[in-house]
């Protein structure tokens, strides 16, 4: 006489499952449920305020644009005082530091400014610099 083999359920509907010892579930769906399941509880879920740091890092973006005059080219530099910064530009938020033989930069992508006593140094980063 065989043993009775122990008696197996479904990982993810919980139904008992009769057939071969090493399945795990009843079916193809109820796998593909388990799966997706496993990735949506994998995923880490966004910043709660998210769109709100996004839409400061655009806005600070925009006026190192504007307070850069056309036709800057990378490495060239600009001073301007700091009154000149509206109040919209929020220092704190930035997308990345670089370190050069002038001093520690914050980045706004390819834009890049450092403070430095009363004024304000604005720099333009080639592509290949900010990466």
């Known amino acids: 006489m065989s043993e009775p083999s122990e008696i197996r ?7 008992q499952m009769y057939g ?11 796998r593909n449920r388990f799966n997706k399941q496993k990735e949506k509880q994998a995923k880490t ?3 709660p305020k998210e769109k709100e740091i996004f839409s400061i890092i655009r806005r600070n973006y925009e ?21 000149i910064l509206p109040a919209q530009f929020n220092k704190n938020f930035f997308t990345g530091t ?9 980045l706004c992508f390819d834009r890049g400014w450092r ?17």
């Open 115 to 131: 403070i430095q006593g009363e004024t304000i140094i604005l720099r333009d980063f080639a592509e290949i610099e900010v990466i």
């Open 98 to 106: 670089s370190e050069t033989q002038e001093g520690f930069w914050y």
């Open 63 to 83: 006026i190192l644009k504007r307070l850069t005059p056309k036709g800057i080219y990378a490495g060239h530099q600009i001073s301007y005082s700091l009154d």
């Open 45 to 47: 879920p966004p910043h």
């Open 20 to 30: 071969r010892s090493d399945q795990v579930y009843c079916n193809d769906t109820c």
């Open 9 to 15: 359920y479904c990982r993810q509907c919980e139904k």
